[in-house]
């Protein structure tokens, strides 16, 4: 056979390798963003990508060393001389979760998520390098947690929230980190898995 029909088949087979590909790129998986995820970069690169979110105001506000939390992204002081608490999760009379509660409020603005709660003083980020958290994630007098446990942390209610942190008082959106979830987690197996170094 030769002429157009015998051109068809061939052509109906790149039309379905086309759509499938489609189906592909539309519904990325795990696999499909780790390898959209630049590795050539060394593990030391790799953490340098992580600490853009690490030392967003979404988790600076609550990794403080101070005795209260702070708010918004120019980091001010929590409103209502809220104090951090012997527990981190509020002083008596105002406890964190007398506010805060496990889902955004949208009518008051006030943010909520699941355990809502400062992280511990030990646990401090404000106005470290990206080599001095990295190396303070790593080491368990600080809180450091191992590869396993880190990921589980990341997976946490109260760490997703970050990337669905609702709207403020006045009704406008808070900023999230610049990387999407996905890619902050993919980034982050990335890093464990080439050896978890940390930058100088």
Same mark, same amino acid.
């Given at each position: ?45 790799? !953490? ?19 005795? !209260? ?26 406890? %964190?979760?007398? %506010? ?53 942390? !990341? ?42 170094? %940390?930058?100088?």
């Amino acid at each position: 056979m030769s002429g157009p029909q015998a051109r068809r088949p061939a052509i109906g087979g790149l039309f379905a390798i086309t759509v499938a590909m489609g189906i592909l790129l539309a519904a990325p998986s795990e696999e499909v963003v780790l390898a959209q995820t630049p590795a050539s970069g060394s593990s030391e690169q790799l !953490f340098k990508r992580m600490f853009v979110v690490l030392e967003h105001p979404r988790c600076m506000n609550c990794h403080t060393g101070e005795a !209260f939390p702070r708010q918004g992204d120019d980091h001010h002081r929590h409103t209502m001389n809220v104090l951090r608490g012997p527990d981190d999760r509020g002083a008596a009379g105002l406890r %964190c979760g007398t %506010c805060h509660q496990s889902t955004n409020q949208s009518a008051s603005g006030v943010p909520g998520a699941p355990d809502w709660h400062l992280a511990p003083v030990r646990m401090a980020w404000v106005g470290l390098t990206a080599g001095q958290l990295c190396r303070a994630l790593r080491n368990p007098s600080l809180g450091g947690m191992s590869p396993d446990q880190m990921l589980a942390h !990341f997976n946490t209610g109260l760490v997703r929230w970050a990337w669905e942190p609702g709207v403020n008082a006045q009704g406008r959106g808070r900023v999230t980190p610049s990387l999407s979830y996905d890619e902050f987690v993919s980034v982050t197996k990335l890093w464990i898995a080439s050896g978890a170094a %940390c930058p100088q």
